[in-house]
């Protein structure tokens, strides 16, 4: 690694530039990122997330005895019916139009026959002048192993979102499809959360 600059001290600021554009500059007025942020992140909590659909889903408090609860969404496995939570974020600044890495936190607390369960996650940019009714396109399902009681379980998916030109405010949806015959597990799960970060 070696470091190329014409100017070490300058009285207004430092611009720090990869292959001739500007990523960094360093000034009084504190600090300005060019591009993309490939460590952002973000969390999806209960306030990001509400019930969209039909009634298979349901919010509920996992007691797994003394101080061990847990905010999370039931998703049932109705048989008949692919339920799904809509969910909104902030895009951040810079975002180049990249793909996607959603992980969903879920786990099971009894045992019922079957070992999987498929999800599917759909996300939309919506920019200035978009319509916030437009439909959110399919994307490939995800099948995951339910594991143990009481034990986490991660499902993730790659993808990119509609629209991704326009960044900013993202909204989709995240869904249980027990009418993919590769969702078996006919018991509930349940969602603690969700993160959003670039794949």
Not at 80 to 97: E, R, T
Not at 173 to 193: E, F
């Amino acid at each position: 690694m070696s470091l190329s600059t014409d100017i070490i001290n300058n009285a207004t600021s430092i611009e720090l530039q990869i292959a001739g554009s500007a990523v960094l500059e360093i000034s009084a007025d504190g600090v300005t990122r060019t591009g993309a942020d490939y460590s952002w992140h973000t969390d999806l909590g209960a306030d990001n997330i509400s019930v969209g659909g039909s009634g298979a889903v349901a919010q509920a408090v996992l007691d797994l005895g003394g101080a061990r609860k847990y905010m999370a969404w039931e998703l049932v496995n109705s048989g008949s019916s692919n339920a799904y939570l809509a969910v909104q974020f902030w895009l951040p600044p810079g975002y180049d139009g990249s793909a996607l890495k959603v992980s969903l936190y879920l786990v099971k607390t009894a045992t019922a026959t079957g070992s999987a369960v498929v999800t599917r996650t759909a996300l939309e940019c919506i920019g200035a002048g978009d319509s916030l009714a437009a439909s959110v396109a399919q994307t490939a399902s995800v099948t995951t192993s339910v594991g143990s009681n009481n034990c986490l379980f991660i499902a993730e998916q790659t993808l990119t979102p509609d629209n991704a030109a326009d960044g900013g405010l993202c909204h989709g949806y995240i869904q249980r499809r027990p009418t993919d015959v590769a969702d078996n597990y006919t018991g509930s799960i349940y969602l603690l959360g969700a993160r959003v970060e670039y794949a």
